[in-house]
């Protein structure tokens, strides 16, 4: 899928991009989640395993 033309909606956790079609809108939703594997390790050094 190559690059989308509309408007661009979103608050950094879930986006959307809402554009128009010959029948009607067509509405794009994505999620975003992201984990860091630091911070369970940094937690396990200091508990002293």
Known sequence: MGAVDGAV???G???AVVRTEA???AFL????DF???QQ???TKQQ???
């Open 40 to 42: 369970l390790y940094e």
């Open 23 to 25: 029948d009607g809108f």
């Open 29 to 32: 939703l994505g999620k975003n």
């Open 35 to 37: 984990w860091r594997q």
């Open 13 to 15: 956790d879930m986006g």
């Open 9 to 11: 909606l979103g608050n």
């Open 47 to 49: 508990q002293g395993e």
